[in-house]
Structure formats: structure tokens, C-alpha cells
């Protein structure tokens, strides 16, 4: 799958949740590799800040993104409606310190992508795939989330409250094309029992009750209800029972719960990587939504490249008898026995390693350990056959290695082990000569790396 990007620009504008200012953000359009990027244009500088799980500098009713003294809040929702649209690049320039709330959810930010469109860029989506369990708790409030390998992507959402209006709740997204129909509507929620306290802590200067829910679930008087309304500057309402006390009636019965799915939503894709894997949350919130974006984030920094996905049960893309018609290796020098992946600039291959490799015999008797030459030899073979992928009538071709560069062995090789083999161009081909970055992989550790230089020549 390839990096995708807005067709166009787009705008949106309105007030911010919590500071009450009139705000407008642009969506814009961005490069391969870009990212998701908040640039302030009311700043000096206008300072630009990656949409990160290093990045988040507070989580209180919101999701704030900071550098130096520039910040941007309340950005989950216009994250969720971007990760569901499968936007990996995009710059989003805000002339405030927040994205506006809108109407309290990703409806507007999802229905503007839709009419601008997206497009497929060249280079291909960099997946986070999950491949044992990962768990992040809180256990002083509760509070979980567990993501496990999967093929596809999906999220369970569990909520509870203390509310004899809002108790347990349940949402889930199977499919990422449900997005817009499913979640994208559901709105912000707030307890009247809450409003006060986050009223002094300088918050909800912009909430009303057209962006967000308003739940009203302990006793109040109708005075005190007065009250709180004119501290919000909205319209007194009389209120008899406890329930919601929207102008808006409830989108879906469970629109709590789905909303607290978009959020966990909007705080993953502070990974910086479209997920491979279902996440279940219980009772999220902002603060262990971005704790486990960061636990992410962390395994990703431990490597540089995740290991590639191996599934022996899948058919070969190039299996022994087309490799050997590309290329001119032959016993007991082809160390290549399949290729399972490729892509625009990367392929993917493996080699079984077993006890009756020749090269055993003298490396070594008592303790067979796979040369480290004939490692990086292997993973040159498999970085011929990417080359030769980029041209017409590859069996007419050969690969000459020219250089090799910043050789690391970080793990011996021996009989039973399974190499896979990830090999991706790091220029472009030019004249001829392709540049690559090499790895080998037993499990999920790097055992090799290399890169190497190489020059294409058709065979006489």
C-alpha cells in the first residue's frame, strides 16, 4: 500500500473548546514522508510541530501537542478523521492555540476530506504491525489498553461512569471505512456536575450545548443551573430530570462510547505509523491513550526497521526455480531460497539455514556458526533480484556489487535458524548504480546490516 495525501486544501473554522477564540485551520496537502505536521501561523516563526507521542505536553480534557513555547490542543479529532482516511502526510496551519471544536466531533474535518478527495503518493506506508500483545494500565483509575496482532485494524472502546445516566458503555470499528458513518458524528461529552472546576482551571471557554453533550446525572437546583449557564454565557434551561440536555438529540444510544473510540483513534495516530492489530480500551482517556502511543513510539526507536512478517503457509512471490533463471548463483553459492515481498523500492527475502550447508563443514566443526561474509553475500543476492525487478527482461541482466559500507554483525547464524532478508533502495537507480540498506533478521532481532553499492549490466 502507498503513502496517501489530500487532493487539496481545505478549511474549517469556528470556535476553540477551551480558549473561546474564533479559529481557522487549513488542511493542506504534503510530500512523501511528510507526516501529520501542525504549523501556528500566528507565531513568530511560525514553528512547526510533529504530530508525535514525544510531542504531547498535557492530556487534560484534550490531546496538546507542544514545542518549545508553541502549543496546539484539542487535536484528536481532526487526527481520528485524518487516520481513518489513511492521510499519512498532511499540514494542518492553525492561527490559534487550539483546532476548533466545530460541533464537538470529526464529522466536518471527515466530510471535508471526502469532497477534496485523497491520492496515492510513491513511496509505500510504513505499518507499526503488532506481533505479541502490548499492554498499557492504569490501575488507579481503572483504565487499559491492549492491542494484539491481527491482520487488519480494528478498536473495541469499553467506557463505565459512576452516572445513573451514562454507566457502561460499548463501541467498536471493525473497518476503518466505517469510520464516517459510524463514529465521525459522535460529539464531546461533559458532566454539569464537572463544569464548574473546569471552568476555574481556565477550560470549555467555547463549549455550549451544540458542541457537546451535556449530562446531567446528580441533583441540582434550577439556580444553580442558572448559574452555571451564565458563567458559560449560554442560554438558561429548565431541567427536571436527569438525562442528556442537548438542543441536539443523542446520534446513537451508546454516542459516549463511540466518541471515546474516536479519541483513542485521534491519540494513536500519534504513533506516526498506520497500525496492524486490534486494540481493545478500557475506560481510555487522553493521558493512557498517548502512555500507550509513547510505549509504541519507544519499540519503533529500539530499531530502526521492524521485522518483516513471515508466514510459511503463503505461496512465494519468486520461488527457487525463478530465482535461479535471474540469477547466475548456483551450489553451494545460491543463498536465496525465496522471495515473499516487494515493493517500489524494498523486497523482501529468506534463506533456511540447516546443518547440511557445505560451508559448515570448516566453520566451524564443533560449533557451526554461518559466515559472516556469506551473510552479507546472501543479503547482496537479494538486493540483486531488487534491482533487477526495475527492468525489462531481468534474465538478460546482472548485478556487480561496487561497495559495501558500515557493515554490522550483531548476532551469529546457525543451522535451524530462518533469515529474512529486507532490502530497500536508498536513492533512486541512476546510470545504472543502485544504492541499498540491507538487514538480516532471525525472529525479531537484527543480525546483519549492510549497505552496498551496486551496478546493473546487461549480460553479453
Known amino acids: 500500500m502507498k503513502q496517501r495525501t489530500l487532493k487539496d486544501s481545505f478549511s474549517v ?3 476553540g473548546l477551551h480558549t473561546g477564540l474564533i479559529v481557522e485551520a487549513e488542511f493542506c496537502p504534503a510530500n512523501d514522508n511528510h507526516g501529520i505536521k501542525f504549523q501556528r501561523t500566528d507565531l ?3 514553528p512547526i510541530i510533529d504530530a508525535l507521542a514525544e510531542n504531547v505536553v498535557e492530556t487534560q480534557r484534550g490531546t496538546v501537542l507542544g514545542k518549545g513555547e508553541a502549543r496546539v490542543s484539542t487535536v484528536e479529532h481532526a487526527l481520528a478523521a485524518l487516520y481513518a482516511a489513511g492521510i499519512d502526510n498532511c499540514l494542518i496551519k492553525v492561527n490559534a492555540p487550539e483546532i476548533p471544536i466545530l460541533d ?20 509505500d506506508k510504513d505499518f507499526y504491525v503488532v506481533k ?19 491482520e487488519e485494524f480494528s478498536i473495541d472502546t469499553m467506557v463505565s461512569f459512576e452516572s445513573p445516566v451514562l454507566n457502561n458503555q460499548y463501541a467498536t470499528l471493525s473497518n ?21 472546576q473546569l471552568v476555574k482551571n481556565n477550560l470549555i471557554k467555547g463549549g455550549d450545548l451544540d458542541n457537546a453533550i451535556v449530562i446531567y446525572d446528580s441533583p441540582v437546583s434550577q439556580d444553580e443551573l442558572n448559574r452555571l449557564a451564565d458563567i458559560m454565557n449560554v442560554p438558561h434551561k429548565n431541567v427536571t430530570e436527569f438525562g442528556y440536555i442537548n438542543n441536539i438529540p443523542l446520534t446513537s444510544d451508546n454516542e459516549p462510547a463511540r466518541h471515546k473510540l474516536m479519541d483513542v483513534l485521534g491519540d494513536i495516530a500519534l504513533i506516526g505509523r498506520p497500525i496492524k492489530g486490534k486494540i481493545i480500551a478500557t475506560r481510555p482517556g487522553h493521558t493512557i491513550n498517548t502512555t500507550f502511543a509513547r510505549q509504541i513510539r519507544k519499540e519503533i526507536r529500539k530499531q530502526e526497521l521492524q521485522a518483516p512478517s513471515y508466514n510459511p503457509n503463503l505461496p512465494p512471490l519468486l520461488d527457487i526455480n525463478r530465482i535461479k533463471q535471474l540469477l547466475p548463483h548456483r551450489f553451494p553459492f545460491l543463498l536465496v531460497d ?50 533487477l525487478n ?22 551469529k547464524v546457525v543451522p535451524g535458524d530462518t533469515l529474512v532478508f529486507h532490502l530497500s533502495l536508498m536513492t533512486e537507480i541512476r ?3 543502485a544504492v541499498m540498506k540491507g538487514y538480516a533478521f532471525v525472529g525479531e532481532k537484527i543480525v546483519t546490516e549492510a549497505e552496498f553499492m551496486a551496478q546493473i549490466v546487461k549480460n553479453k
Not at 176 to 196: A, H, M, N, P, W
Not at 390 to 402: A, D, G, H, I
Request: hydrophobic letters at 35%; glycine letters at 10%; charged letters at 25%.
Open 13 to 15: 473554522k469556528g470556535k
Open 44 to 46: 513568530e516563526g511560525q
Open 104 to 123: 464537538g466531533s470529526a464529522k466536518e474535518f471527515t466530510e471535508k476530506i471526502q469532497a477534496v478527495g485523497t491520492i496515492e503518493q510513491i513511496e
Open 132 to 150: 505479541q500483545k502490548i499492554e498499557v494500565r492504569d490501575d488507579s483509575t481503572g483504565s487499559s489498553i491492549v492491542v494484539w496482532p491481527d
Open 176 to 196: 476503518l471505512g466505517d469510520f464516517k458513518d459510524d463514529i465521525s458524528s459522535s460529539r464531546t461529552f461533559v458532566f454539569v456536575r464537572e463544569v464548574e
Open 338 to 387: 525465496k522471495i515473499i515481498e516487494t515493493g517500489t523500492n524494498y523486497i523482501v527475502g529468506v534463506k533456511n539455514v540447516t546443518v547440511n550447508e557445505p560451508f559448515f563443514q570448516g566453520h566451524f566443526p564443533q560449533e557451526p556458526v554461518m559466515p559472516g561474509v556469506l551473510l552479507v553475500e546472501a543479503m547482496a543476492q537479494v538486493g540483486g533480484l531488487l534491482v
Open 390 to 411: 526495475t527492468v525489462e527482461e531481468p534474465e538478460r541482466y546482472s548485478t556487480y556489487f561496487l561497495k559495501i559500507d558500515n557493515v554490522k554483525f550483531r548476532q
Open 431 to 433: 546510470r545504472g548504480c
